[in-house]
């Protein structure tokens, strides 16, 4: 799977001319594959998670909720979505917290060495939307103002709530 922008007229252009390269062998990717490898890529918009409905920002907003210690019945209320929806994006992303946590803790300090990990915030889910924030700073301090939540997808191409292992080499200079 390979991020790209959520412009999908300009993914359009780009992939026809020839200027995106593939994840795997950095060769050109093109309409059904890539000439290099010979592998077909699926393209996703960064707005999204894999095999998700709902915008990553829309899931991010219930994170952060959940991180203050709303449940999750108030915080579907207020997001106009089905509380076993919410309740399954909370639950997936409690079961990765701590590999979430240590993910965006690493990619902090890569960003900007000199910052300090947050401090803990009080349960495993708040450590990890903190690790998360402190991350996307980081970012915006390096590569300049984006959506906090696009960059997150970036991290975790697309996986954040999927079960199984997270990629731990991100592309945050995608986002640039």
Not at 22 to 38: H, K, M, N, S, Y
Not at 58 to 80: N, S
Not at 155 to 167: E, K, M, V, Y
Request: positive net charge; charged residues 20%.
């Amino acid at each position: 799977m390979h991020m790209v922008s959520p412009d999908l007229d300009l993914v359009e252009r780009e992939l026809r001319a020839g200027r995106l390269s593939c994840p795997l062998c950095e060769g050109r990717l093109r309409p059904w594959g890539c000439a290099g490898c010979a592998v077909t890529h699926v393209l996703m918009p960064v707005v999204c998670l894999l095999r998700r409905v709902d915008a990553v920002a829309v899931i991010g907003d219930a994170l952060l909720a959940k991180a203050t210690g709303q449940g999750h019945r108030p915080i579907a209320a207020r997001l106009g979505r089905p509380a076993t929806t919410v309740r399954d994006w909370l639950r997936r992303f409690a079961a990765r917290a701590e590999a979430l946590r240590a993910l965006f803790t690493a990619l902090a300090l890569r960003l900007d060495p000199a910052l300090d990990p947050p401090p803990p915030a009080g349960s495993v889910v708040a450590d990890a939307v903190a690790a998360i924030g402190s991350a996307t700073s980081a970012a915006t301090r390096r590569f300049g103002p984006r959506p906090p939540w696009p960059r997150v997808a970036v991290a975790t191409s697309g996986r954040l709530l999927s079960p199984g292992s997270i990629n731990t080499s991100s592309p945050w200079a995608a986002l640039g």
